[in-house]
């Protein structure tokens, strides 16, 4: 096997030409679905060879918790410098599992935040928020997704360009947008060669709205 056992943490070097091609050549959301798939199994496999190589490289050190035989010597035998790269995967491990926990915390602080500016609204499918600042988004929750859109961006906007910006966030709600951009942006904290991926995927999911 040799060098190939690395052969999962580097494959999302490709990431970038995957992410151009995907944009040119494929509707936006085939390609939202398509990268987010991608992205995900790379991480995926990157993150079991960072738990495989610490397995195989630490479990015959001194006072290792893991069991002898959880790294065979035909194993070791076939990864390069098996220790290096076993001590190696353990601070590669804790930043992966650090930097998505991270984001999914963040992720839900967001989320609970925005759910705490509409209370006391009435719980219509648009959400009109005073503010000076003109912006909208989609908000996805339960028992209901819902819009959200400022005073000054419906200020802005003319009948039937409120009409267009409802239907561009109606399709993100309805396309649930908002787990593939959940799901780079894990995969990019995995693996950062990933992204790549992680803007395409925001880019192509603007498009498809």
Not at 14 to 35: F, N
Not at 44 to 59: D, E, F, K, N, P
Not at 98 to 125: F, I, K, N
Request: glycine share 6%.
């Amino acid at each position: 096997m040799g060098i190939f056992v690395f052969l999962p943490l580097v494959l999302p070097l490709t990431a970038w030409p995957v992410a151009r091609l995907a944009e040119q050549r494929l509707h936006p959301r085939t390609a939202t679905v398509l990268l987010t798939g991608v992205s995900s199994l790379m991480a995926l496999c990157s993150t079991v060879c960072l738990v495989l190589l610490m397995v195989v490289g630490t479990a015959q050190l001194p006072g290792n918790p893991l069991p002898d035989g959880w790294s065979d010597p035909e194993v070791r035998a076939s990864v390069p410098h098996h220790e290096i790269a076993g001590k190696a995967a353990i601070p590669a491990l804790v930043a992966v599992f650090t930097g998505c926990l991270c984001t999914l915390l963040r992720h839900h602080r967001v989320r609970r935040r925005a759910h705490e500016a509409l209370e006391g609204l009435p719980r219509t499918q648009v959400a009109v928020l005073p503010d000076p600042r003109p912006y909208a988004y989609a908000l996805p929750g339960r028992p209901r997704d819902r819009v959200v859109v400022s005073t000054a961006m419906l200020a802005c906007l003319g009948s039937r360009e409120r009409r267009a910006l409802f239907a561009h966030e109606r399709v993100h709600l309805a396309a649930r947008h908002h787990r593939h951009l959940l799901l780079v942006r894990l995969a990019a904290d995995a693996n950062p060669f990933l992204r790549p991926l992680r803007t395409a995927v925001a880019c192509t999911a603007v498009r498809s709205g």
